[in-house]
């Protein structure tokens, strides 16, 4: 199946909202937010001023939202550069092991390289995740050490 990547546009809202409902019970989340308040959510994030973050889109023949990479910058990252941090990988089951998810990573390194200054690609998976821990390795990205995450919420919704 052909497919192709690229930036979200506003008229995308929609189905990326529907996308992250499908994302979130992919990981099993018992909590699904209501669909107005995700695609608001959807909306201020990557359309608001300034935008939060930043979404690759891969659509089908159809002109369906299939899949997305969702990421930001961070600075400093080293020295005083930064980086491009991808947040959310996705690729709807359907499309799996047939490359969508390479391409989508050859595209993230294509738009750090294409930023100045942008240093590096920094993602994390989960350590119970071995499909996503082989696509990684398959795609010849090492592991790194060292790092511990941390998250305390802000009671914000």
């Known amino acids: 199946m052909s497919v192709t990547i690229r930036?979200?546009?506003?008229?995308?809202i929609t189905a990326v909202a529907e996308l992250i409902e499908e994302i979130e019970r992919?990981?099993?989340?018992?909590?699904?937010?209501?669909?107005e308040e995700r695609r608001a959510q959807v909306e201020e994030a990557?359309?608001?001023?300034?935008p939060l973050a930043s979404a690759l889109l891969?659509?089908?023949?159809?002109?369906?939202i299939v899949g997305l990479a969702a990421y930001s910058f961070l600075w400093p990252s080293a020295g005083s550069t930064h980086s491009l941090f991808l947040k959310e990988l996705y690729v709807r089951?359907?499309?799996r092991r047939q490359g969508v998810g390479?391409?989508?990573m050859d595209e993230l390194r294509a738009v750090a390289a294409a930023r100045p200054g942008c240093s590096r690609v920094e993602w994390m998976t989960d350590r119970?995740?071995?499909?996503a821990r082989a696509f990684y390795k398959s795609l010849g990205f090492a592991e790194s050490?060292?790092?511990i995450v941390y998250r305390v919420d802000t009671g914000a919704v």
Do not use: C, H, M
Request: aromatic residues 10%; without cysteine.
């Open 46 to 50: 990557l359309f608001g001023s300034p």
């Open 58 to 64: 891969v659509e089908d023949e159809a002109g369906d």
């Open 128 to 131: 119970d995740n071995p499909n």
């Open 145 to 147: 050490d060292g790092k």
């Open 26 to 35: 992919f990981y099993k989340t018992t909590e699904i937010q209501l669909f």
């Open 93 to 95: 089951d359907t499309l």
């Open 7 to 12: 930036p979200a546009e506003k008229r995308d």
């Open 102 to 104: 390479a391409r989508l």
